[in-house]
């Protein structure tokens, strides 16, 4: 499974940015994958944001985006997408996506390497 990040740029703070997670090759459904986002800001460690069961109906988020980002996915496009909202100069980040064959979001959210696929990152930069 090959992951594309996309979607980062350059944003006033207040603003909104949707990032998208593609699936190459296998497909997510191929083993029903989680797929979870995660950020890393210079100098500090990679954290966890979000992640979605393969059916959509479980997500967990970090509790400093509860209330402005929104995980979703589409399957039939093998893409998962944050929609990130009310933007804060804190938010900026290099974002990562990542597939995991057997965690779920809640375990995803307990780690921040580890999972079976990752994607090279997107930068997301909010200005104040």
């Known amino acids: 499974v090959q992951l594309q990040a996309s979607g980062g740029g350059l944003v006033q703070a207040g603003g909104s940015l949707r990032l998208s997670c593609a699936a190459s090759g296998r497909t997510f459904s191929s083993y029903a994958m989680a797929v979870g986002w995660f950020r890393q800001a210079p100098g500090k460690e990679r954290e966890f944001v979000a992640a979605?069961?393969?059916?959509?109906?479980?997500?967990v988020y970090v509790d400093s985006v509860q209330g402005r980002f929104t995980i979703s996915r589409d399957n039939a496009k093998n893409t998962v997408y944050l929609q990130m909202n009310s933007l804060k100069p804190e938010d900026t980040a290099l974002y990562y996506c990542?597939?995991?064959?057997?965690?779920?979001?809640?375990?995803?959210?307990?780690?921040?390497?580890?999972?079976?696929?990752w994607g090279k990152g997107t930068q997301v930069t909010v200005s104040s």
């Open positions: 979605i069961s393969w059916s959509g109906g479980s997500k």
């Open positions: 990542a597939a995991d064959r057997f965690r779920n979001p809640r375990q995803i959210s307990a780690i921040t390497d580890g999972m079976d696929y």
